[in-house]
């Protein structure tokens, strides 16, 4: 049982190029996250989604793109890099208890995460 | 927005020793999440407390979620050098509506370090 993967484990970009953080999870969870993790500051949430074809955005969501054709992959594509974008980014897949007033998230499972520079 | 301030941000304790980490809010959360995460990697779930007053133990560790679900503790008996790590909490949002989706607001973080 693999949980959730995350490609590349490092990549370095020039300021202005672009590309796709990849995210897949096998364990058939609707809701998926992605964070970015910055030194002192928690993780932030970039963006989100609720199921295949639904998205929207989080905390910080400028300069980044998501979409989510399957249940298993969320892809995170970066346009025109930024230094500002330099960051370990996790995605990260989750279940709710359904039903009632109240969901609860009973917990993230966390890929290893990418860690990008930008320069 | 809701924010969790987690402290202290840095721990340096010798082996044996016991230490508590603090998170807290203004807000009210419907469940309190702990990690912990080591270099390189993402952070792994230790305990999910959803009830006010609510007192989990796993092994050493013994995680507390405040009567008015604001605000929780980690508390560790006898560090150890495995111990040493990222640690992290993290609050769910009351779904009230709908409309939290699972989002997580998480703490800066306390950076934990265990010596032989």
């Known amino acids: 049982n693999a949980g959730v993967t995350q490609t590349p484990k490092f990549r370095i970009l020039k300021i202005g190029q672009s590309m796709t953080l990849q995210c897949t999870q096998d364990m058939n969870h609707n809701y998926m996250y992605w964070y970015r993790q910055d030194p002192g500051m928690g993780l932030k949430l970039i963006y989100y989604?609720?199921?295949?074809?639904?998205?929207d955005k989080g905390e910080v969501p400028n300069g980044y793109n998501v979409s989510r054709s399957t249940t298993e992959d969320f892809p995170l594509r970066l346009e025109l890099a930024a230094p500002s974008q330099t960051s370990v980014y996790f995605c990260a897949s989750s279940y709710l208890l359904r039903g009632g007033f109240l969901m609860t998230n009973y917990g993230y499972t966390f890929g290893s995460g990418t860690r990008l520079t930008v320069v | 927005t809701q924010l969790l301030e987690q402290s202290p941000q840095f721990l340096s304790i010798q082996e044996g020793e016991n230490l508590t980490v603090y998170c807290n809010s203004s807000s009210v959360f419907s469940s309190l999440q702990w990690y912990r995460q080591e270099p390189g990697e993402g952070p792994v779930l230790l305990v999910t407390v959803v009830t006010g007053g609510e007192v989990k133990k796993l092994k050493r560790l013994t995680f507390q979620f405040g009567d008015a679900r604001k605000d929780s503790s980690l508390h560790i008996t006898a560090a150890q050098p495995g111990d040493t790590g990222l640690y992290l909490c993290a609050g769910g949002k009351p779904n009230a509506g709908g409309t939290s989706y699972g989002k997580l607001t998480f703490g800066q973080g306390t950076i934990l370090t265990v010596h032989p």
């Open positions: 989604s609720v199921g295949a074809g639904i998205t």
